[in-house]
């Protein structure tokens, strides 16, 4: 069963028991905490509000601990309060009228003010009590991001929909709040698709029509490139990307980032294989490093790229330094480092160390992924598995007792007795010790 599904058959329980919901969704160290944050709204005679994406992942039953609080007061003199009173740190965003209280866990809690009251007409008073909550809503993306819930004391869980988010989550709907939407902020339409594909909904035929129109005038050549980097980044962060990508083709997006861009069928397979190495490697038992699966998925679409093009590309949507070097490693090794990989004739396993252990894990995985041949994927498996894995006993200070002076040479040596236990040469630690005086009793003979 989709979300929709089970959301629709859940829709009454829902609605009246959003206080209930949450203490099934959320741990109990956190309902106690939005409890706490009602209580103290109370005392200081302000209203406040979980709002946002957090709210819709609640109605849904998913769990999204990236609590928004919207405070219809002055956030940060209560944020200072709750921070004293929980004793947790804060930090003060003043420039946004913001701040956020890390509580346990490293668990971060946004509280911002409600944006200003609509005055109704000139000179007149605000409109009735949701009236700065309302106009704080009434800005954001889409209805199912545009509902709020009630955190005071007499309501807390009351849910605060004004635009219809609820029903449109329970037909599955992605809406825009108002026409202007993706003019004012033409990265919506990648969060549009992100949501349709994340929880299997559709967008909705007005809404779809704003986001052609916005495409056809080429609306993203008036956002900054960093911000469409982070859009792709999220969407390359999503369980099944491939959805949303699809969806992004469709509506003709990927020139945004590069004309070469497309999603073929090799595309579609080179993503299948980068999932596949990805389970592999987590299939691993031993303890290993945390791989970023998105920049494998990235590399994979930058593939039609040459490395120029590819360079260009990562200074334009300024990727940060690491994400570049690995980028750009994959580029430039890929072909050379597969065909040699590929080779029938024997290598040793010192050799494919040679060329993969200077990578990182994801370039190392793309290769897997990337290469068809069975005997690449193989050496490449062999090599995380085993020879990567190989540690030498003897030390630099095994050298000094030796006789030797440290020195360039000390590196040299070690690594030489490394690429012989990699190649099975080696066994013990008395097999290096002896080894290594050999190789010192040549060099004397050399010398000599
Ligand atoms: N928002 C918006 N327009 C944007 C980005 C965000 O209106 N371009 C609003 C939405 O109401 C959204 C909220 O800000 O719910 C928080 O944004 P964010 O944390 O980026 O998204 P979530 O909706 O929480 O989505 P996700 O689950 O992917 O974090």
């Not at 005038?217 to 900054?224: A, L, P, Q, R």
Request: proline fraction near 3%; charged fraction near 30%; charge should be positive.
């Amino acid at each position: 069963m989709d979300l929709v599904t089970t959301h629709k058959s859940a829709r009454r329980e829902l609605v009246s028991n959003l206080s209930k919901k949450m203490a099934s969704v959320f741990p109990r160290s956190i309902m106690g905490l939005l409890r706490h944050i009602g209580r103290l709204a109370n005392r200081y005679g302000y209203s406040a509000f979980v709002v946002g994406g957090p709210v819709r992942d609640l109605i849904l039953g998913v769990r999204n601990l990236d609590l928004d609080i919207v405070i219809e007061g002055d956030a940060i003199a209560f944020g200072r309060r709750l921070s004293e009173e929980l004793k947790v740190s804060l930090i003060v965003h003043r420039r946004f009228g913001t701040a956020t209280i890390i509580a346990k866990d490293k668990l971060k809690i946004d509280l911002a003010t409600a944006r200003k009251e609509i005055y109704e007409a000139p000179g007149a008073l605000p409109t009735v009590e949701f009236s700065s909550l309302k106009n704080d809503l009434i800005r954001r993306d889409f209805t199912i991001n545009a509902m709020a819930v009630s955190l005071n004391k007499e309501s807390f869980g009351q849910l605060v929909d004004f635009f219809g988010g609820e029903s449109d989550l329970f037909a599955g709907r992605i809406r825009v709040m108002h026409n202007g939407s993706f003019i004012d902020d033409p990265t919506r339409i990648f969060r549009a698709i992100r949501f349709e594909q994340r929880f299997g909904f559709a967008i909705d035929r007005h809404t779809e029509k704003l986001i052609l129109n916005a495409i056809e005038e080429d609306m993203f050549d008036h956002v900054e490139p960093q911000r469409i980097r982070d859009e792709i980044i999220s969407i390359l962060k999503e369980k099944e990307p491939i959805r949303a990508l699809r969806r992004m083709a469709e509506l003709d997006e990927f020139k945004f980032l590069h004309p070469k861009i497309r999603l073929d069928q090799k595309m579609n397979k080179f993503y299948s294989a980068i999932d596949e190495a990805c389970l592999w490697y987590e299939s691993l038992t031993f303890k290993k490093r945390p791989i970023e699966k998105w920049l494998m998925y990235l590399m994979a679409n930058l593939e039609p790229l040459s490395y120029k093009e590819t360079v260009d590309l990562c200074s334009k949507f300024v990727f940060k330094r690491g994400e570049r070097l690995r980028i750009l490693s994959y580029k430039k090794c890929a072909r050379k480092a597969i065909g040699l990989l590929s080779v029938k004739k024997k290598i040793r396993p010192s050799r494919i160390y040679s060329i993969l252990s200077p990578l990182s894990y994801e370039v190392i995985l793309s290769l897997m992924a990337r290469s068809n041949s069975g005997l690449a994927g193989t050496r490449i498996k062999d090599f995380l598995e085993r020879h990567n894995r190989v540690r030498i006993g003897i030390r630099g200070w095994t050298l000094k007792r030796l006789g030797l002076k440290p020195g360039p040479d000390f590196k040299k040596i070690l690594g030489k007795v490394l690429y012989k236990k990699i190649d099975g040469a080696l066994k013990t630690k008395s097999d290096e010790l002896e080894y290594v005086k050999g190789l010192i009793r040549k060099r004397c003979m050399e010398i000599a």
